[in-house]
């Protein structure tokens, strides 16, 4: 068989991620990347790499929506200078209690997806709306819905029960998890020698952290949506919901309409919260490492808030496993941020967890524990475009 154009696409609130792979009698080829930045501005940015890194497209058109720019992107696979994409498959965060797993998409399933959209207002009504639109713009293509959550539906029911009326749980609201592309990326990677008892800590502007037994899901911080789990680049993570209560009252006061301040409330535990909130200085590590060094004692707090918390769960997740094997970092701070590693494992030697200071002054794949640390710990970058064309060739039926 020849190598059959795949198309990823990666849709968040300004911006449309995609790229396409060459896939193939087991092979899997990275051939171009591109983007649309900047959705609902005039300052777009269309950009279009292959596999070198030379950009072949590089243009700054205006954005006004996302019709604009999806189809934007629709005009250059389909103009013959690409390859046309033969299978789409869409990252999607959250098909809700019913869609559960990797499938492809008809309108039914979009409808589907759609009537839980309120389970993930900030996720779902882009998702659904790429997904019509690529329908209509690659006619007769098949495209495949790729879930966040697929990789969470082995949790025992213990982990995904909330501890709410079922009234309400009956609608849908339970633990799904997320950054589940991310993990099962993970242990790909790890393959064949997936560790028996493994904890992946996912530190981007999102943070997540996953218990797994033998490469499947036991437990995971994010429940119902990603501001939940451990605190994050804007998010609150778990926190005493009299907090949110104690919030909407302030809100209500000068927002009477309960649906206006809702959304408030909504920006200020997704937007606001995190370590912007306590820091006051940026949600991103970066600035908040430099804000440190200059002294900056609310950045230092919501760094150590972050590392706290995470070797707070990562404590709870070795007792939830029963032991650990192995300890992974991956997304943005994961990979990138020496410092956070070091903190958050500073106090868990009592696990057997031992960094090697020099071993962790890297970027990138590695191996950090020191020789004598009973559990390994190492960085891997994911890799989640490859993980959703793994995901898309094999419900094509090719392998
Ligand atoms: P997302 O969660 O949006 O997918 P990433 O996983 O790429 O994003 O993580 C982005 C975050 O990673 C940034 O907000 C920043 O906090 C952190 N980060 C990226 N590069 C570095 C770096 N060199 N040093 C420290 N932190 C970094």
């Known amino acids: 068989m020849s190598s059959l154009p795949v198309l990823v696409l990666n849709s968040g609130s300004s911006s449309i991620k995609f790229s396409i792979y060459g896939a193939g009698n087991g092979e899997r080829a990275r051939l171009f990347e591109g983007a649309v930045d900047g959705i609902g501005t005039d300052l777009g940015k269309f950009w279009i790499k292959d596999a070198s890194g030379k950009k ?9 929506n996302r019709s604009v720019a ?13 390859p046309a994409p033969k299978a789409i ?6 098909g809700g209690p019913t869609v559960r797993e990797n499938q492809r998409i008809t309108p039914q399933l979009i409808d589907e997806i759609e009537s839980y959209a309120a389970l993930a207002p900030l996720h779902t009504p882009i998702a659904v709306y790429i997904m019509r639109e690529a329908l209509k713009l690659f006619p007769g293509i098949p495209n495949f819905a790729i879930l966040d959550t697929y990789f969470h539906r082995t949790i025992p029911e213990v982990a995904a029960v909330l501890p709410i009326p079922r009234e309400y749980s ?6 799904y998890g997320y950054h589940g592309i991310s993990y099962e990326s993970i242990i790909d990677q790890l393959q064949p020698e997936v560790p028996d008892k493994l904890i992946v800590a996912h530190l981007g502007n999102g943070a997540s952290i996953s218990a797994i037994r033998c490469g499947q899901c036991l437990d ?16 609150t993570g778990d926190i ?7 919030i909407l009252h302030k809100i209500a006061e000068t927002t009477p309409n309960a649906a206006e301040a809702a959304n408030k409330l909504e920006t200020v535990v997704s937007k606001k919260s995190g370590l912007v909130g306590i820091s006051g200085v940026s949600n991103d590590m970066r600035d908040l490492r430099q804000a440190i060094k200059a002294g900056n004692a609310e950045a230092r707090l919501a760094v150590d808030k972050f590392t706290w918390t ?20 991956t997304g943005g701070i994961g990979e990138n941020d020496i410092d956070s590693r070091a903190e958050i494992c500073a106090g868990l030697g009592v696990l057997g967890i031992e960094l090697d200071a020099q071993r962790n002054h890297v970027r990138g794949a590695a ?5 004598q640390s009973r559990v390994t710990v190492r960085v891997i970058p994911p890799a989640e475009d490859l993980i959703i064309v793994n995901h898309v060739v094999r419900l094509l039926g090719i392998v």
Not at 56 to 64: F, G, K, R, Y
Not at 89 to 94: K, L, P
Not at 367 to 371: D, F, L, M, N
Request: proline letters at 7%; a positive charge.
């Open 89 to 94: 498959g869409h990252r999607t965060v959250c």
């Open 170 to 175: 009956a609608l849908g609201v339970r633990r």
């Open 240 to 246: 005493d919901p009299g907090v949110l209560l104690f």
């Open 310 to 329: 995470i070797a707070r769960w990562i404590g709870s997740y070795v007792a939830e496993l029963g032991g650990l094997d192995m300890l992974v970092f």
């Open 70 to 82: 999806f189809k934007l992107v629709a005009d250059a696979l389909n103009n013959g200078q690409f």
């Open 220 to 235: 995971t911080s994010m429940a119902l949506t990603p501001t939940g789990g451990i605190i994050s680049g804007t998010r």
């Open 367 to 371: 191996v950090i524990s020191a020789p």
């Open 56 to 64: 072949l497209v590089d243009q700054t058109p205006p954005l006004p």
